[in-house]
C-alpha cells in the first residue's frame, strides 16, 4: 500500500516561516514523523515539496499510490491545473492545511480541492497530517 504526500509552495520554509500560521516544526520533521508512523502501520508513504505547480502535476500523473495527502499551499487558491491532474488521475484525496484558512484572508476560504476531498482538515497544525494518515490508511483498509 502505497501513499502520496504532497506539499505545495513554501512549505519547505516551514519552521520560520509565519510561525504564528505554521508552528515552528520544519517539513523534514513532520515528514519523518509521519513517515514512522507509516512504516508502523505497514504502509509506505512518498513525499513530494515543490514550488513548481508543473512538478507537483507530474508527480500525481506518476503516482502509483493508491491515496493522496496534499497540501496544496498558494495553489489551493488558485490552481484549476492541479485540481484537473487529482481528478484526472481519480486517486482518493484529503486536503491539509496547517492554519484555518477560514479564520483568515477572505482570498484563503475557497478551495479548488474541498469539494472533490474525501475530507479537508485545516487548523490543526502538523496534526492535521497525522490525522490524514489515519484517515488514509482506515479508507484503504475499509475497502479490501
Ligand atoms: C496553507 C494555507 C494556504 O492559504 C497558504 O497559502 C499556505 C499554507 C496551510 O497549510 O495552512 O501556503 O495551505
Redesign the pocket.
Known sequence: TKILLIN????NLLGRREPG??GHQTLTTIVEALSKSAVQAGVQLEHIQSNAEYQLIDAIHGTDAQFIII????F??TSVALRDAILGVSIPFIE????N?HA?EPF?HHSYFSDKALGVI?GLGAQGYDFALQAAIKHLTDQH
Open positions: 505545495g509552495p513554501n512549505l500560521h505554521y497540501n496544496p499551499a498558494a489551493t487558491h491539509v492545511h496547517l492554519s484558512v483568515r484563503r485545516c
